[in-house]
């Protein structure tokens, strides 16, 4: 690995908001007490991003991704701990830092809602010291990958979720910045829209070597785009490895959820593990490759009196699950 | 600063045109401050009952006073203390924050820009403002040029004060209430609705204590001639102190503020 350009050490952030009590009378109570509740949001995460790399930053709502992407880009202070973003450290050095980086954050905009989408362009130029040549030529570049001609003129409140996203991702590239924070820049948007977004950060990432650090909680964009993955599950790194190794271990498994009124006990089958249980329903996972599904479904159904049944792909949720399972043994 | 100034030209530019883009809010705005314009006048008009001068203030020098304070109260009005709270509320400061020029310049920047449309505007309303109330030229071409300097401190200490305002929802999450505050305490005490002139003593001592005075009250006091001399210098000392004081706290409270940032929302 050359020199990391981003470097992330025992990174924790905790937020403190006022315990509140349930009901009117607990809201009341509230405005008397100083109790409050300390929440980790990021305890404790190490990483560190060769220039150039792309890497997933994959989590469920709350698992910490915002507030650690949030503390990259300077937005805030952490806890303790320690960030370095191309030789700065991100909060000391806002504005140093905010030249050298460009983010989107999927749920809002950078860009004026009243305004043409080129005036919010036009004031990107002047924030990040662009000459005039600099500016036509990125311009040029931008408008031609995004497809954006038709929209420059056009006020950003009148653009599409997809348009505005790409309005919002020309905004945070056009002065080439070294590293490029992508919250959920798919969040909401069509498939189409999806794929051209995708196949936007694949050229950034291939030809000028920006290094991309990408929040999502489909994993079809980590699948498209990334080489390396970073699980965070309540604000600790649960997987941190290659993509390509993380499928090999689990994607290819199935779930199996059947339900399995009076029946108590265990279900046991052969190649198939439980996996959770809420009254008569039970979660199995099997790998198709080595136990094919139809023989499974034969064998539960001669054991057991299968009220209903369905066979499902292994989500995020899942895969994040089972990782911390594996490596705990008791957290689930 | 130079470095910035293409960007922060650009910001306000980009503010003023979302200004003149909303032209029904402006008119809806100015349908409100002629309401209470003439409410002013009416009142006045009666609390007058004819005589030609209270404490030595003509009925016509007040009208006029009570109309040009309106509007000043209105485009010096610092427009930070609105939008940035619910800026804070619902995460969009983080966008802010990321931008290679510091909050305060840009809030400077654009509270600038729509000031120059929201004057602009005013400017282009002045023939129904003076039908509604009434206008009159400054006492002098002297009283005129330190109307304005006033009125450029006035500006500075108003947006100071409201980027501080502002800036206390990093904490409170919740402004709307202290706005409210703000703008009765405001407009009371910039006395655009009462001057301090009719303020029982003891008011008058709170009034001049306080910073909101500089807005309407003393530039206005300038511009009728009412203070000259030493008395003007004087008032234009008040308000280059306050400047320098509420700016050296409106930097000191962001410094604290930027420390506590909590973006709400993934």
């Not at chain 2, 310049?105 to 023939?127: D, E, H, N, W, Y």
Request: aromatic share 8%; net charge neutral.
């Amino acid at each position: 690995m050359s020199e990391p350009i981003l470097r992330v050490a025992n990174l924790v952030k905790e937020f403190r908001t006022p315990r509140r009590a349930p009901g009117l009378v607990g809201s009341v109570r509230t405005l008397f007490t100083r109790e409050q509740n300390v929440v980790r949001a990021v305890d404790g995460i190490s990483f560190e991003v060769a220039p150039g790399e792309l890497v997933g930053y994959v989590g469920r709502n709350g698992a910490g991704k915002s507030t650690t992407i949030k503390m990259l880009t300077g937005i805030l202070v952490p806890t303790s701990g320690e960030v370095l973003v191309d030789g700065l450290v991100p909060w000391r050095d806002r504005v140093r830092n905010a030249l050298n980086i460009g983010v989107v954050f999927g749920q809002r905009t950078s860009l004026w809602w009243d305004l043409p989408l080129v005036e919010s362009l036009e004031l990107i130029k002047r924030l990040y010291r662009m000459s005039d040549a600099d500016y036509r030529r990125e311009l040029d570049r931008v408008v031609e990958l995004l497809e954006l001609a038709e929209l420059l003129p056009t006020p950003v409140r009148q653009l599409s979720l997809g348009q505005r996203m790409r309005g919002d991702l020309a905004a945070a590239i056009l002065y080439r910045p070294r590293v490029l924070y992508l919250d959920e820049p798919t969040v909401g948007v069509d498939v189409l829209a999806k794929e051209r977004i995708r196949s936007f950060i694949a050229e950034m990432n291939r030809t000028d070597g920006t290094t991309v650090m990408l929040t999502t909680h489909d994993l079809r964009d980590v699948e498209r785009l990334c080489r390396r993955l970073i699980l965070i599950e309540q604000g600790r790194i649960a997987f941190d490895g290659r993509v390509d190794e993380l499928k090999a271990r689990y994607s290819m498994d199935r779930q199996l959820v059947v339900d399995i009124p009076d029946h108590g006990g265990p279900v046991v089958l052969s190649g198939a593990e439980e996996v959770r249980r809420e009254g008569p329903r039970v979660w199995l996972r099997f790998d198709p490759r080595k136990t094919p599904a139809a023989s499974l479904v034969a064998e539960l159904a001669s054991r057991y009196a299968v009220a209903d049944l369905v066979i499902e792909e292994i989500d995020l949720e899942d895969v994040v699950r089972r990782i911390f399972v594996e490596q705990s043994g008791t957290r689930t | 600063m130079s470095l910035f100034a293409p960007a922060m030209t650009h910001l306000a530019r980009m503010d003023a045109q979302t200004v003149l883009t909303y032209r029904v809010n402006f008119g809806l705005h100015l349908l409100g401050r002629l309401l209470q314009i003439y409410l002013l006048k009416v009142v006045w008009t009666a609390v007058y009952a004819g005589q030609a001068e209270v404490d030595g203030v003509s009925l016509a020098t007040l009208i006029a006073y009570l109309t040009l304070a309106n509007l000043q109260t209105w485009f010096i009005y610092p427009e930070a203390v609105d939008v940035f709270p619910n800026r804070v509320r619902s995460g969009a400061v983080a966008l802010d924050l990321v931008r290679p020029l510091g909050l305060l310049p840009q809030l400077i920047a654009r509270s600038l820009g729509r000031t120059f449309a929201v004057t602009l505007l005013v400017g282009a309303s002045l023939p129904i403002v003076a039908l509604v109330g009434s206008l009159r030229p400054p006492a002098s071409a002297e009283a005129a040029g330190l109307y304005l300097v006033a009125t450029v401190l006035a500006y500075g200490i108003t947006l100071a004060i409201g980027i501080m305002l502002a800036l206390t929802s990093f904490w409170t999450l919740e402004t709307s209430g202290v706005g409210v505050l703000f703008l009765f305490v405001n407009q009371f005490f910039a006395g655009a609705l009462i001057p301090l002139w009719f303020f029982p003593d003891w008011l008058r001592t709170v009034a001049e204590l306080l910073p909101f005075q500089t807005q309407a009250f003393l530039p206005l006091s300038l511009y009728f001639g009412r203070l000259q001399g030493g008395d003007a210098l004087h008032a234009l000392g008040v308000e280059v102190l306050w400047f320098g004081l509420l700016w050296i706290a409106a930097i000191v409270v962001w410094r604290r503020a930027i420390r506590r940032v909590h973006i709400q929302g993934g």
